[in-house]
Every structure is written in structure tokens, then in C-alpha cells.
């Protein structure tokens, strides 16, 4: 994307990160173990989380337990007068009414906290990917789409945020079916085991039930992945689709794909909804047993209010199996994202600053290449034995056919990759000895396709120098000649640049990527030059521009104009990933050799 | 009122797809009033087994009952499965046709339309749009009626049993509503900001990735990851106060419903005690009071289906009413071989009544000739050889193929006359036989490699693992820039087209395999009308015609000596661009000093 040379930069096999990965469990024990990393550190507040959720589920179990004392030891109690019942009732509804009020409380307690936390881990995990990503060499860049990376910090990041949720759900669904088991058990033993005799039946439907259902989830997903990317596809290709009249086609093969995904839809639909009516057939069955036994054991009206609360108790006691059921799908995604999502922080950086690396300070600008070699796999050379002094100061152009290796000299100087053999040395210091990130205060780079940023002018120039001012803004603006057309905007320096700069031509774009490389006032500049052919007056501007760029620094230029190559102070020719000739115009002409060549060729 | 008036036409439009499938659709509806019913029964029974217990606990009487419950609840549970898997049926099945109804129509829509849209905003169009269109069948529709049926089914059932406990329970419904309603406008809004923070964050994310050779070169990582944290910081701080306010209102429902329920005690106890209400019925009440809770509290939620549902309705149907100009026209001809005549009479083309991309271009091309076109980034190269195939419509004027109007042919016999190099190479992920046969079925694998051949890639395609069987695109091996050229070149080289249009197609080819396709090319172009966006003095001087461009118009049009005797512009970009080259063609960039538009 940054350059036309890239192909010889690219290497083939199946790129780095699995796109689709296969999973169908819903616990993974090493994606829960690292997520606790990141929960960890808010262990208070998730103890906070756990307190209220207690507390929460208490209240729960307590409601219908006041609902059996009012009923069973007020309102049917037939030895109480009316006045003391009434009474009674007044005194239990007011104590009803604080524990609701309480389970208000502990309710929006926990569920506010878990937000707060899980919203926490999302942005660590996020900031973590991204950091992360920042450190990955551009050999990784070469293996992954743009597409897959960013799928792995947005679509995974966010099939987590609802995990968390679900997590802490279902904790206090765990809890809460203890506290009701616990509870029954405690109001009427035998009831209670009557009731809960339905319980390994709910177990083996739902062990059924999953095994079938989860072949039937990992099908869904595979064929709406596959209706997604053909869509993706034709509607992204869709000249090449006209232009081959291919329509026809298209439509018949996407429609099985999409019938394809119809049908394991349905397929999933009829498994998700087989499911809810069993569980509420197996409720009914529990609330007939008491029905029926309890209604035997009722010997006082008192009794009555065990019944009722029973029968409350079973509604709650299904409700977070069917949840869970429900979520089951969920689930399975999530375990997915969360393995993609470590997996994609588990890759090493290639490229690090070593131990105790030293900064690079007051660096000349002078940069040697001694015997260095650069490949990919062994076997397929990029590069062999390039040697090469450049004095600082000096001006050279790379000059030579794509995949000879010009695109590779200078990404290693900007250690966008590591020598495979030999080595660089800036003013005589190994580049790998040198801190990574302080290579980049004194080499800066123009790439071939102008790049700006989302952001104004101004914020464009200045980049990542927050030290720079305005008026060091406008004056490098001013020297490379994008001043005049910036002044002439509405809203001058302040004007933001859209989506990949373009409202803006690409000729005034290049500038402002002068003006950026100017700002940073590099003792290297590195630049692969525009080969677009851009209108008069502005290839007279970008001219002027970069001659002021050049002025007093090193420079080495991937040059595809013949006034920049003219004006450069050596020619450097390099095919087949060594230099084969190096030397000024005239004499490269009058030499003979490859450069004489390429220049008769036309 | 015109708003409304929208909303409800897309609603009636959308509930149409359901109503396709008319049988699954009333199925739905009746096995969802089924259930309801029977769910409504359920602390009926419950209510007279309590009374039974009391009064005389039979025991006979008591199985009777619990068998009719189990009964009840089997009927129960047949009617929600036939009822969720039929309402899901709906859902995804007018899901799936307005996916190939989506499909088709982008297949068939011009560049124009294309050139406007984004592929992301059209996927996101076909995928969460549909997904709450979806929605919308399932829950809005088929479950909101099951809502409104439960609601009043329950309201009179209590009403019947105890008209004053009832009216003091329903006393909190209108609150309820009335809250769920704001409540959800509040967290759509609060959704909405949510939605647009993680936009900029991804803009972020993007930029990065896709300018990551610029950061590292700029060392700027730490400044991307701080421009990174202050995004993704606002999207967690979003979301939890969207969380935080869903959470409070979702907690305060449960409230009111539990408050109600000691109403419920409290004055249903009074009414026990005054010989007005049974103990079975006052455990009915609370049981109701429970089913209640679930249509009340889903009234909010509804309310943002249906919304959505407008919305996602209203972007879906902007793609399917797309009128696209291009389309045959009634009584279009058949082409089959045509000899390549092309006569451009007077074309002008303007998009969105802006000023005109192209103006008044005139020129005659006869069959066989070389065409070359000439002139800056922007000046409508591309346009006029796209206009062609007609992948756009003149505003004005007409193209001619053979004496017949472009717009009188079908557009399939048109496209399948004219073989077109684009300037963005699009590789499928497919096989390379698969990629270069793209334009025709079952090509004989001979034939794709004699295509192959002539665009120089066959060299590159045995040298991968399975030839051209390796699989290329996402998930499969990456192309270089110059073997993605070549594939297009060789899938549009199989077409054998009477008419062949190179869009600039050999910009990121190195100078040697340029060499050698500019070799097959002349012998690929003999025969054939040729239209060559030009950047090379050796093609530009070989030509018939050279087409010189400046904003839309031919400024100048000729034979190379013609024009270089004109002094003119054709002089000037020959002196600054075209001689340079024939002195130094350093290397392949130098030939694609035509700009990537």
C-alpha cells in the first residue's frame, strides 16, 4: 500500500492469524485463566460485586418467604382476631417493602460495579491489543490483512464485553439456585425433595440437548461467515463482476450460500425452541408435584403459604437454566474470540531494542552497510552483500527494477525489518544495538502514497512532536511550498483531512508529507518518490520542496524522476538484490552496464 | 405526520417479506395466542388446588389437578415450540430474501452507484441492518402481539376474580410504561453516542494499521497508542454510563413489580381477611402479577425494535430502490460478434447534476485500431473508457458499436464484446484458474493457460505449491502488485473480447515482465479495437489515436507527429513525462507515471 515495491517484500503462505478458527466448547480454561489477569487488578470491587450479589440473591430468597409468613401465619392464621392479623400484615408488608427496597440497592449496586469492571478489562484488553500491535514488525503487517487485524480488536474485543456479563450473570444465577435449594430444604424437607426430584432429568435433557445443539451453532456460524464474505466479495469486486458479466453467476452461487445458511438457521431454530418448553414442561412437572403432595401435607390454611411459596420458588429456581441455555451460543463465540484475542498477544515482536540498548545521540547522518543480506525463508535471497558507505549529507538514489530490493534497503534502515547477514552501522553503531524508538527521531520517511491522518493539517505536519509549535508548523510548510494552497483553505492549517486525505489532490497531499518529514528535522530522510503524474505546476512545486528537504541532510531516495536522480550525488543501480553499479549519470551512461541499459530501453 | 407516514410504509414493507410466508406467519400468531392462554391458566389451577387443599384436600381431587397442570403445560410447551421455531422461520426466512434481494440489486447497480458507497457501509447494510429487520420479524411482530395478548388477557382475568385488588395492581402499569418508554428513548440516544465513539475509534485503528509503515517511520507508536487510549477510554466510559442507566432502570422495574406484590398482600390480605378473596386466588394474583411484569417491562424494548426496524427498513430499501440508469431497455438487442467499430458522438456525462466529468467528446475509432489516451490525474481517462461498457450512462450524446447505440444493445452481450484491464486489480478468493476463468464457465484448463501465458504470469503460477490449483486471495497466498496485474490480464485475455480496454493496467508491473506483456499485448492486440490508457511513448507512438484529456474535454487528439507539431499539451507532457522515460526508463515505476485515480 505504501509503496509499489512492495511485491518483492511480500512473501506467500497462508497469512499469520487463523481467520476462522474452530471452537465449540463453552469453557476453555486457559482463555478464563488469563481473563483473571485482567480482572485482578479491580479485586475489590469485583469482592464489592460478590457482597452485593449475596446480598442480592438473599433478598431474593426472602421475598417469597415473606410471602409464605404473611399468607401462613397471618392471613389464614384462623386463632388470630381480625385486628391482630391486620396488624400483623401491616407490620410484615412494612418489612416486605425494606427488603425490596434492599434488593433495589444490592441489585443496582452489582450490576453498576460489574459494568464498571468489565468495561475496565475491555478497554485494558483493547489498549493492550493495540500496544501490542504498535510493537509487531511490518513482517507481520506483510502476513495479515488489515481486515483480520482489526476484526481481532473490535468484533472479538466485543463478543467479550458480552461474556463478562454473562459471567457474572451466571454467578449469581449459581448462587441464587443454591440459596433456593437451601431455603426449600429449610421450610419442608420432603417438599423440597419432591420438588427437586425433577432436577437430573432437567440435567440429562439439557446434556442431550447440547450435544445436538452445538453442531447445529458451529454450522450456523460457518455458513453465515461464508454469506458474509460472499458478500464482501462482490460487492467490493463488483467492476470485475460487471465488467465480466458475471452477475448471473454470483446470484445463483450466493443464493446456495445464503439458502445454505438459511437452512442451518432453521436447523438451529428448531433446537433453541425444542429447548425452552422442555425446561417449562419440567417446571410444570415440579409445580404438579407440589400440587399434589403438598396439597395432601396442607393440614392448616397455614400451610398454604409454603405452598405459594413454592411455587414461586420454582419459577425463579428454572429461570437461570434457561439463561444459561439461552446463552449458550454466546458462549461458544466468546471462548473463540477470547483464544483469537490471546493468541494474537501471544505473537513476539520480531524486531525489539535489545537489553541496555543505548539511545542514538548525535548521530551525523552517516550510514553504513557492511555485507548485509536480508531473506525471508533461507533459500529465497531479497538481498545479498549489499555494502554501502553513505557520508551524511550526501544525497542517493536507488535506482533499479521492482523486486531488486530498493524497497528492502531502506525498510532496513528503518529497521522495519532485521538483517538477516551482515550488518548496518550508524556513524559505526549497530543499528540492533541502538534503541529502537530513537532511531526514528533522526530518520524520517515520505512513503510513495502520501498517507495523512484523520486530523488537521496542522496535527498532520506536526505528527507525533507535541513539542512543535505553530509557527514551526507553518514555516516548514512554507519551505517545502505547501504554505500558499494550506493559507488558501477556509479554514487554513485547521482543516481536517477526510478519510485517507481525500479532499485534498494528491499533489498537495505529497507536500504535506514533506512538510511532516521537514517538521522532525531528520538527519536521514528516506523517500519513495511519487511515481504519479501529477499536473505541471504542481510537479514544479513538489520539485522545489524537495530540494528543500534535502538540503543539509543525508538522503536516500527510491527515485523514479530523472531530475532527482540527475541531481542526487550517486546513482545506486541494484538488481537481483545487490548493488551492481554505483556512480554518477554520465558516468553510468558512458560505463554501459545496466543503468545505460534500463535508460536506452523504452 | 410525514415521518410517521414514512415509518409505517417501511413497517408494512418490511412485515410484507414476513407475509410471503403466509402459512408460518398466521402459524405463529395462533400458537403464540395458544401459549398465552395457557400460560395465563397455569396459577388459575394453582389458585383452585390451593382452595382445594384447604377446603378438603382430596386427594383425588389434588391428582386431577396436578395431571391438568402437567396437561396444560405439555400443550403449553407444544404451542411455544411450534410458535418459536415458526416466528423464526418468518424471520429468517424474509431475512434470506431480502439478502438475495440485496445481493442482486448491488450486482446490478452502475458504477456510479458503486463510486458513492463504501464497501463496509453496504456490508454493514446487508448484515446488521437485516439482523434487526430480523428482530423485528421475530420479536417486534409476532412477539409484540403475543405481548399485547398477555397484557389484556391477564388485566381481565384479574379484573374478573377481584375488580378492586385488580385496579390498585394495574395502577402501576401506566408509571411503568410510561417510565419504559423514556427510559428506552434515553438509552437509544446514550446507544447511539456509543455507536459513534467506537466509529472514531475504529477510523483510529484503521489509520493506524493501514499507515503503519509512516508510524513506525515516524516512530510514532507511543503517540498512536495515547490517540488510541483517549478513543477506546470514551468508548468504555460510554458504555458504562449506558450500562450504568440501563442498569438502574432495569433494577428500579423489579422494584416496582415487588412493591406491587406487597400491594398485593396487603390489600389482597384485607380482602382475605373480609371473606372478598380466597387464599388460592390471593396466590393466583401474586403468580399474574409475575406474568404482567414480563409485557410491561417489554413495552420499552419493543418500542426500540421498531425503531430500529425504521431505520435499518429505510437503509435496506435505499439500496433495493436504487433505480440504477443502466438497465436494457424494452426490445435491447442481442450482440454476438461485432467488428469493433466505436464512435464517441458528443458525449458529455455530469454526476449529480455537478459539472460535467466528461464534455462533448467526439472521435471515431475503426475496427482494429490502437487508441491511445493521454492527459492528468482527474481528467477523465478512465471515465471515457468506462463509459464503453457502460458501466456508467451518458448525460448527453451517444456511443456508437458498430452503428448501433450502446443503449440499444443488452448490457450482457454488450460486456461480453469487451474486455476491460481495471485499474484495482480484484482477486477472488478462489484458485488462480478459478481467478483467471472468472468471465467464463467451465473454461478448459488449456485455455486459461494459453491466458496465462500471453499476460506472463504462467512462470509465477508454477512456482506456487499447487499451480493453479494454490488458492489466492484472503486465506490463501498473497499476489505481488505485478502478478495481481498479470491475473487480471490474463482473465480478461481469455474473454477473447473484439474490443479490449487497458485501464492502466500496467502500473505496478516491473519494467521486464512490462517488456514481455507489452510484447504479447501487440500481438494480442492485432485484430482488435484497442483503448490503451497510455504512458508510454512506445504505445503512445504506436497508436492509431491519441486522445489527450484535460477536465473532461479532448484538448487534443491526433497521430503522435500530428500532435507533436500542435506544440500544445501532447508537446509539453512529451518533453516533461514521455522523453525523460525513453532516456531513462529506470525502472517499471517510471512507466506508471499515470496517476492512480
Redesign the interface.
Known sequence: ????????M??????GLD??QEGDRIYDHEVIVRLMQYVKPYWPKVLITFITILAYTGTIMA?PWF?QM??GD???NQDLS?PE??SG??R??AV??VI??I??IT??TH??IM??VS??I??SL??DL??H???MS?SF???N??????SR??NDVQQL?EFVSIVIVTFGDILALAGIVGVMLYMDVGLALITLSVVPLLFVTLIIWQKFARQAFVRVRKTVAS?????????????????????Q???RR??RA??D??DA??QA??F???L???V??L???S???V??F???M??T?SD?GV??AF??FI?RFFDPVRNLTMQYGQLQRAMVSGSRIFQLLDIKPDIRSKEGASKLVDFSGNVRFEGVGFHYRSGSEVLTDVNLNIDAGETVAL?????AGKTTIVSLM?R?YDATDGRILFDGKDIRDVDL?S???F???V?QEP?L??SSIEDNIR??R?DIQRDQVVRAAELVGAHDFISNLDTGYDTHVS??GVNL??GQRQLICFA?ALV?KPKVL?LD?A??????PT?ILIQRGLNELLRGRTAVII?????T?RSSDRIIVIDNGTIVETGKHEYLVDKGGL?SK??N?? | MHQTDRSSKILARLIGYGWRHKLHFFGALLTMVASTFTVMVIPSLLGIAIDESVSSGSKSDLLRLALLIVFVSLLRGLFSYAHSYLSESVSQRSAFDLRNDIFTKLQGLSFAFHDKQQTGNLMSRATSDIDAVKWFMSMGVIRGLSTIVMFFGVSSLMLVTNWRLALICLVFVPIVIFRAIHMSKLLRSTWMNVQIETGHMTTVLQENLTGMKVVKGFGGGFYEAERFANRASAVSQLTYSATRLFASHSSLMVLIFTLATGVILWFGGREVVNDRLSFGELGAFILWMGLLAMPIRMIGWLLNTITRAVASGQRIFEILDAESPVKDRPGAIEISSIKGHVKFDSVSIAYDGKSAAIKDVEFEVQPGQLVAILGSSGSGKSTVVHLIPRFYEVTSGSIQIDGHDIRDITIHSLRKNIGIVLQDVFVFGATVRDNIAYGVDNAPLEDVITASKIAQLHDSVESFPQGYDTWVGERGITLSGGQRQRLAIARTMLLNPPILILDDSTSSVDVGTEYHIQQALSSVIQGRTTFVIAHRLSTVRKADLILVLDKGRVVESGTHDDLLEQNGFYQRTYELQLKPQEQLATSENVNSSEVRQ
Open positions: 500500500m505504501i509503496s509499489g515495491g512492495m511485491g518483492g511480500r512473501q506467500w503462505g497462508r497469512s481467520s476462522e421475598i410471602v404473611i399468607i397471618y392471613i389464614s381480625t392479623i391486620l400484615l401491616d410484615l408488608v416486605y417493602v425490596a427496597v434488593q433495589y441489585n443496582y450490576l453498576r459494568a464498571f468495561q475496565q475491555l478497554y483493547r489498549f493495540f500496544k500491535l504498535q510493537r511490518m503487517y506483510d502476513r490483512e488489515v481486515g483480520s487485524v482489526m480488536i473490535q464485553q454469506v458474509n464474505s460472499g458478500l464482501q466479495e462482490n460487492i467490493s469486486g463488483v467492476r470485475v463482476v460487471q465488467s465480466m458479466s458475471r452477475e453467476t454470483n446470484i450466493f443464493g445464503n439458502y445458511s438459511l438457521n432453521l431454530g428448531r433453541s425452541a425444542a425452552i418448553p422442555s417449562e414442561v417446571t410444570a412437572l409445580l404438579a408435584l400440587v399434589y403438598g396439597g395432601i396442607v393440614e390454611p398454604v405452598l405459594v411455587a414461586l419459577q535506482v533499479g527494477p521492482t523486486g528503518m522495519l524508538e532511531v526514528s527521531d530518520v524520517s520517511f512513503p498517507f491522518f484523520s505528527y507525533n507535541k478519510e485517507r489532490s494528491l511532516r522532525a528516506i518518490e511515481t504519479a503524474n501529477i499536473d505541471t510537479e527515485a523514479h524522476r530523472l531530475s536522480i543503468y534500463l535508460s530501453y523504452s
